[in-house]
């Protein structure tokens, strides 16, 4: 090829006839792109209202049943409100039946020794003297999450996702920890489905960030299915 040629390919590539062309395809494949993402979020929000409504109604006798054993085991409140930390660090109320007594926070300082979580920032013990009995079972089988339903319905959770972390956990995250905070946070997880309280920090991370780095419907409905034998045998509850 001549120089002349080669000069005459050179300005047909970098003309701005051809940027215009390039400009337009880049366009289109982020326009497709940012059409897919905003579809599936869609698609999973809308999941999230028709099962968290459905669960919601079917459950509705034992959500009834659960309030009166709450109330019976240390009366009210029957509904314990969280501060936790969402999307982008956006703070909501997170529900659960209370499980632990009154004085239960006030406690704590005086456990800390006994956190079998070494590393990170959560705190887990088994035997812990501030839960009552019915929160032993409820704990256990997972039952005191349920009001988190209405927190999927309102768009504070979705049924999938790391889970809300507490304000003073999130003021000790490092920069990957924080990344837990990119999406909306969930019911269920991968480390939900991998051993519960048993799993420890680091792992709850690295499970986290792979769980965000590579979500889709699909993946969140195996999560889904997996976390009902997880509880249904309690492994890692406490």
Request: aromatic share 10%; net charge positive; hydrophobic share 40%.
């Amino acid at each position: 090829m001549s120089d002349e040629q080669l000069l005459d390919e050179l300005y047909s590539r970098f003309s701005p006839k051809s940027n215009r062309k390039m400009r337009l395809r880049f366009f289109r494949k982020k326009l497709f792109y940012s059409l897919v993402i905003s579809s599936t979020k869609a698609v999973k929000r809308l999941l999230d209202i028709l099962l968290s409504l459905l669960a919601i109604t079917l459950a509705s006798p034992l959500f009834l049943l659960l309030a009166l054993c709450v109330y019976y085991d240390d009366s009210c409140p029957i509904i314990y409100i969280s501060k936790r930390v969402g999307k982008h660090g956006r703070l909501f109320n997170l529900y659960k039946f209370r499980s632990m007594y009154r004085n239960a926070e006030r406690q704590k300082k005086q456990l800390l020794s006994k956190n079998r979580h070494t590393e990170g920032v959560t705190f887990k013990m088994k035997e812990d003297p501030r839960i009552t009995p019915i929160g032993k079972f409820l704990r256990r089988s997972s039952l005191d999450e349920l009001p988190q339903l209405f927190n999927v319905l309102k768009g504070d959770m979705s049924l999938v996702g790391p889970r809300p972390p507490l304000i003073e956990e999130v003021k000790k995250y490092g920069i990957e920890e924080r990344k837990r905070l990119h999406i909306t946070p969930g019911l269920t997880g991968l480390w939900q489905v991998s051993g519960r309280a048993s799993v420890d920090f680091s792992k709850q991370v690295k499970l986290d960030l792979a769980y965000i780095e590579s979500q889709s419907l699909w993946g969140d409905l195996i999560i889904l299915l997996k976390t009902i034998p997880a509880v249904l045998c309690g492994r890692g509850a406490y």
